[in-house]
C-alpha cells in the first residue's frame, strides 16, 4: 500500500524523538513534510506495479 510506506518513510525522520505534546508532534510532521520533494514521495509510493495498475484502470487498455 503505497500511503504505508509514505508514512513509513515520514516515521523514520522522526524516530527516537520525543514530544512534549501535540501540538510538537504536529509541527515536527509539517515541517517532515514540506521537506519532500515530488521525487521523493515518488520513489516512495510509484512503483510500476502500482501505476502499472492505477493506469490500466484510468486509462483502458487496447
Known sequence: NPIERFWKELKKLMKWEIFD???????????????L????????TGW??????????IIPQS
Open 21 to 35: 505534546d501535540l501540538e510538537e508532534l504536529r509541527l515536527k510532521l509539517s515541517k517532515n513534510l514540506e521537506k
Open 37 to 44: 520533494t515530488p521525487l521523493m514521495i515518488q520513489s516512495v
Open 48 to 57: 510500476d506495479f502500482i501505476l502499472e495498475s492505477l493506469f490500466s484502470t
